[in-house]
């Protein structure tokens, strides 16, 4: 079906979710995970057929591991859709409400966008999460999934759809999108009809929607996270945070990207943190004054500070000062996540104070800035940008609000 | 000076204004306030020249009077940035804040977006206004107004930026952007430099900036407002109610633009309620069904439910139910504001639920749809998009937030 016959229906759909109380909502979610479940054999089927056609046309063994499903991984997704029957509803919340001084009383609710777009890459596991966090925010969904991933998601969706439509809801709540390149066009295209949409994936698909889309887009994740070694900080400290913002899952979003180090402490901190960084497998880029510092740092252009690794190395540099550090973040970062390792309560102030992004961290790891370890309990992404959500969305960020007015017949003087 | 020389001074000045103390902002905006009073013969002397040239090439006297300033209306201008000084501070403000399981602390605060792009037409008294609401929230500013008010736009920014230096802070924070439609779109490109472009203007210009801008947009302000009388209102109330939503300000977004009336009480009420809009010189075009209804009403074609007329004209018709009533909104409106005449409770439980907009109103004038009336004490303009802001902005809307974690060593397992 074409993107224009698709909107319509997920409209009509949408509609009848934003009136539909919780208890409704949470019960079609834990359906559609009993769907998924028992259609387990039938998903397993199609997605070997995606993962032989990626091992036919060379895909690399890490694409595939991505794209693989097991029954393991097939629970694990029913898992998250039944969490999410779990959590609070934020439809319906009143962020805020007040009388004017006439007596009209004003409510600002939180109400749902409407229907919302998702593109993303190849892991199938994302299509049932996303329409799973997007149903529980009362939103319609249209998911345009990598074409490598198309028999997966195929039956993925064909098993949401059965479960929303036993729960009583209408299977159009949740649509796969199929078609070439042509069909993202179609959905940057559709104003009006598709209320927000959000890319998941690589910084390219996130770029070109961000950069061609007509419909609002959220623009999420990229990040090349810096982390500044003050003059005054813990050593000890800050090598633990080090490791564990560049190790503990490097192919993140949040995860440590480079390394700034005080020029006062450099010569004596670089080179033990070279010692456990190797010894943790990963290899650090620097620039002249770095490598000078220790040669087993490999020498690094300018360039490689653009670079969001997602691998095991690391870019670094000495700088002069928490101005140059600043500097430096301000020039390469992708506004995610910035840390300072400090003792020095005004180099805290300054570094939260100055460095603009969606979360600033001091003395601590940039691998909490998620929506899990926020306790959100839900997360479709990380919001780069600031407008509407910044950081982590969970379940109150897919929602907008709406005032509503009520009086006895007021009029404006 | 062009739109990529500008953006990096008003960087630079956003991150001072960032940083700096309500108190600052507030003594700079009263020093604007005091610079735009004793310049008031060089910005009436520049007004004249855009005045005589408008006349000279034949401007409608309504737009004339929209683009002229007088020694009052600069009087105004100056309090309207006196009393952003007594407004509270937006920025600073903890939106939440919570302990993770591990002790690190998270607060989300408030913070500028940065630099702020206005697109603006003919009112030169925008000029001070959009530049102290940005200022008051800490935001530098592109403003480009209409070229048929440069010379007056010159002439005022001349002195708000004297303002700002007499009070210590950098004049780049305001900036005005000459030139032809080419600056528009040297703004909209601006991506990473501009971080949020809002449009003020006619459906035209929203439009264009909408579609084409890569910068982030805030839509506002075209309202194709609708009034429904349900078959359970009070009559009188629901007149009342009509003509001020109507003829209170016809030229504002949030005036009434079309009638939908109950066929149940149609051909009672619509000649009382065509008595009083004639009285009040409103013309009434409407259906075949409420022409039979009433001679007086201008036979209305598809298309004039379409217009917003922003003058003494009304759209009307007659449906059949609160579902066609619904419908009938859901076909045309623009987002904005949308009211519901009724005593009946299922009727307004199902028309504030049903409609999407960025208000619904019951009983009462959609003319209180303003950030004056909703005591925001500013207002930047009206969004009818449901990103990030919906409905009046005032300062508060003007922010965005960060994340702020502050740990001792945590780090993630």
């Known amino acids: 079906m074409q993107v224009t016959e698709i909107t319509p229906r997920a409209r009509a759909a949408a509609r009848i979710l934003a009136g539909s109380a919780r208890q409704l909502k949470d019960a079609a979610l834990v359906s559609m995970a009993q769907a998924l479940l028992a ?3 039938a998903v397993l089927g199609a997605n070997r057929l995606d993962v032989e056609r990626a091992r036919q046309s060379g895909t690399p063994e890490a694409m595939i591991d991505r794209l693989s499903l097991s029954a393991e991984r097939i629970a694990g997704m029913a898992k998250g859709l039944r969490d999410l029957a779990a959590l609070a509803d934020p439809v319906g919340q009143v962020v805020r409400g007040w009388d004017l001084p006439n007596g ?31 149903l529980k925010s009362g939103n319609a969904t249209l998911l345009r999934g990598s074409s490598s991933a198309l028999e997966s998601n195929r039956a993925v969706v064909t098993a949401l759809r059965c479960g929303l439509e036993d729960a009583g ?15 993202t066009q179609q959905m940057m295209a559709a104003r009006g ?18 950069e061609d889309s007509q419909v609002p887009v959220i623009e ?15 050593r000890a400290l800050a090598l633990r945070v080090i490791l564990n913002a560049k190790t503990q899952r490097p192919s993140v979003c949040n995860a440590l990207e480079t390394l700034l180090v005080h020029r006062q402490i450099a010569a004596s901190f670089l080179p033990a943190a070279v010692d456990a960084l190797r010894e943790a497998g990963v290899t650090v880029h620097g620039d002249e004054a770095s490598v000078a510092m220790d040669e087993r740092i490999v020498p690094a252009g300018e360039h490689e500070y653009e670079a969001e690794y997602l691998s095991l190395d690391l870019a ?7 101005d140059a550090a600043v500097a430096h973040i301000r020039r390469y970062s992708t506004g995610h996540s ?45 919001s780069t940008q600031k407008l509407h959500a910044r950081g982590p969305m969970g379940l109150t960020e897919m929602t907008t609000t709406k005032y509503v007015l009520t009086g006895e017949g007021q009029v404006r003087a």
Do not use: K, M, W
């Open 39 to 41: 259609n387990t054999d």
């Open 104 to 134: 009209v009383h004003v409510d600002q609710r939180r109400v749902p966008f409407g229907v919302v777009g998702i593109i993303y890459e190849a892991r199938p596991n994302v299509t049932a999460d996303a329409a799973g966090i997007c």
């Open 169 to 183: 809801l209408p299977s159009d709540a949740v649509n796969l999108v199929e078609g070439g390149h042509e069909t």
């Open 193 to 210: 009809q598709i209320d927000v949409l959000i890319p998941r994936g690589g910084a390219g698909l996130i770029r070109t929607v961000v």
């Open 220 to 234: 999420t994740g990229t990040g090349n996270c810096h982390l500044f070694v003050d003059a005054s900080a813990d």
């Open 316 to 322: 670094c540099r000495v700088v002069d000062d928490l």
């Open 338 to 382: 910035e840390t300072i390792i400090t003792n020095d309560l005004a180099s805290q102030r300054r570094f939260t104070s100055e460095v603009d992004a969606a979360a600033v961290l001091v003395n601590t790891s940039s691998r909490f800035v998620d929506g899990g370890e926020f306790g959100f309990g839900a997360e479709i992404g990380i």
